[in-house]
């Protein structure tokens, strides 16, 4: 597709399982970068990816989070045992490095 | 440590009327990126602005207009005669430059802007 796409688009999950969330950024976008948006606040940046490496992770806030990328393509945010302080939206954004950052819809994540 | 603060958190306003969001900013980098985005009710940010630190020339651009003063490290993002179209969150944002960039952006906690008709 032409933009940033996230999957799914809401999620509601409850406390203590697993989730995974989904990015495809645009094509041909090297860097890829998660960033979560509580209720009323800005975006907290959570790590980034350059390729399919991750040399900045200094936002993800527990051990529980975790992410992956597959070459310069999909990447995939896992939060384990999940619990309700990690209700948020869950953004999704690509560049090619320097420029403007693409942002997804987001994946609205409620743990009940 | 950088930081960005959106002193206002929430602007409300009457159609027509021209309203102006401020950001204030901290780096210790000497190269820099400044951003605004929006964010409408339907969740998506969109991009309006990238300026990097060494372009202080103010830009206009429609109806939107930003003032970069260095001297005050401020980036402040103007709407003139807003439009109810215009209700949103506005978000600042900085990215460090030079070899240390790597696109991350650091934002404020973002301004909702509700314009009345």
Known sequence: GAGVSQSPSNKVTEKGKDVELRCDPISGHTALYWYRQRLGQGLEFLIYFQGNSAPDKSGLPSDRFSAERTGESVSTLTIQRTQQEDSAVYLCASSLGTVEAFFGQGTRLTVV | AQKVTQAQTEISVVEKEDVTLDCV???????????????????????????????????????????????????????????VVDSAVYFCALSEGGSGNTGKLIFGQGTTLQVKP
């Open chain 2, 25 to 83: 900013y901290e780096t210790r980098d000497t190269t820099y990126y400044l951003f605004w985005y929006k964010q409408p009710p339907s969740g998506e940010l969109v991009f309006l602005i990238r300026r990097n630190s060494f372009d202080e020339q103010n830009e206009i651009s429609g109806r939107y207009s930003w003032n970069f003063q260095k001297s005050t490290s401020s980036f402040n993002f103007t709407i003139t005669a807003s439009q």
